[in-house]
Structures are given as structure tokens and as C-alpha cells.
T-cell receptor, first 115, second 115 residues
């Protein structure tokens, strides 16, 4: 079974530039999450999709971050313009989304460095 | 709002010894689920163990077990016969049973197993 795919694995940009991350969840998984993990901290939920609808985006900085999940499958997360404090690992995770005791399947993340 | 707290930023244990990682949480919900995830240097998070709040029996998975104290809102992870491969970040996570499948993570404990 293929896992959650993320790309790129690393990205270095200068502040005020834009960047996009891509995630392809496990086939059939209805729920998709984007987390931001700053060095030394736990993952912070940015946005959660159920199929192609947004369930929670309360912690997404909407003035600079956007995300979409077209057709309820893969998803992109964009930052425009980037700030120094956006340097972090961006993790994508998915689950079947049919029971609340489900485990999440994570990708390997994209490490973003903003200079 | 739910919160998850891990008060031990770093711990170390000798190989073959036992170690316990602490986690406390706060919620007003009566039904919920708790998880421990492991994040090795590869960054890919892996589920270690999960516990349903309505179950009084503590979950076990091979060398991993939990001590779930619902009244105290405590959920510690015990690793027995520690192995070098257990070296990783460990995150405690909470999911309410309201049906939104929203996961909240703690700040993590870095565990180092010493040879």
C-alpha cells in the first residue's frame, strides 16, 4: 500500500517569496490534514479537509496561507508571501475519516527554510 | 478547547531498561481517544499505541503500554526493554469523539536510548 506522498522534501526561499507544497494521501482516505511543526515543537494543525470540504482552518494564517483539495484527493498548501517565522516542517497526514479512533498516516514532510 | 501537555522535553534510558513518558490533557468531553506517536529522524510519524477513553483497561502493544487515568486526565507511555531503535521524538495526541476527527498534539518528548 502506497503511503502519503509529499513534495518537495526540502525548500529554501527568501522572505516575501511564495512557495507551494503538495500532498497525495492514501487512496480512499477522506480526511486530510496539514500540520506545521516548528523545530522543537509538536505539530500544529493548520487545516483539515473532509473530502474536498474544509472542516477546520481556525489556525491557518489566512492572510498568507491557502490550501485546497480539489476533487477530494490530493492537496496543495501555499504560502504567499513567506515570513522568517514560517520556517518549519510541513506535515501532511490522512485517515479514512470514518471513525474517531483511527490512526493518522503521515508523509515525510517538507522542510521549509525562509532566509 | 482541548490541550495536551508533555512536561518532559528530553529523557534518556539505558538499553533494556524501562522508561515512562508523561502526558496530561484537558478536555470537557467525556468520550475521546488518546494516542502516542513516534517521530524518528526521518520525520515520518508512526502510531505507537491508542486508547479509547471509555475503556478502563490500559492498552498494550508488545513492549509499549499506557497508564490511563481518566479522572486525572493523565496518559503516560511505558516502554519496556528499551531498544536503540526506540530513540525518537514521542508525541501524545488527543482526538475528541465529536466526529470532526481533529487531532491535537503535545509538544513532544525526545527519548534517547543509550547503549
Amino acid at each position: 500500500e502506497a503511503g502519503v506522498a509529499q513534495s518537495p522534501r526540502y525548500k529554501i526561499i527568501e522572505k516575501r517569496q511564495s512557495v507551494a507544497f503538495w500532498c497525495n494521501p492514501i487512496s480512499g482516505h477522506a480526511t486530510l490534514y496539514w500540520y506545521q511543526q516548528i523545530l522543537g515543537q509538536g505539530p500544529k494543525l493548520l487545516i483539515q479537509f473532509q473530502n474536498n470540504g474544509v472542516v477546520d482552518d481556525s489556525q491557518l494564517p489566512k492572510d498568507r496561507f491557502s490550501a485546497e483539495r480539489l476533487k477530494g484527493v490530493d492537496s496543495t498548501l501555499k504560502i504567499q508571501p513567506a515570513k522568517l517565522e514560517d520556517s518549519a516542517v510541513y506535515l501532511c497526514a490522512s485517515s479514512l475519516g470514518v471513525a474517531t479512533n483511527e490512526k493518522l498516516f503521515f508523509g515525510s514532510g517538507t522542510q521549509l527554510s525562509v532566509l | 478547547a482541548q490541550t495536551v501537555t508533555q512536561s518532559q522535553p528530553e529523557m534518556s534510558v539505558q538499553e533494556a531498561e524501562t522508561v515512562t513518558l508523561s502526558c496530561t490533557y484537558d478536555t470537557s468531553e467525556n468520550n475521546y481517544y488518546l494516542f502516542w506517536y513516534k517521530q524518528p529522524p526521518s520525520r515520518q510519524m508512526i502510531l505507537v499505541i491508542r486508547q479509547e477513553a471509555y475503556k478502563q483497561q490500559n492498552a498494550t502493544e508488545n513492549r509499549f503500554s499506557v497508564n490511563f487515568q481518566k479522572a486525572a486526565k493523565s496518559f503516560s507511555l511505558k516502554i519496556s526493554d528499551s531498544q536503540l531503535g526506540d530513540t525518537a521524538m514521542y508525541f501524545c495526541a488527543f482526538m475528541g469523539a465529536s466526529g470532526t476527527y481533529k487531532y491535537i498534539f503535545g509538544t513532544g518528548t525526545r527519548l534517547k536510548v543509550l547503549a
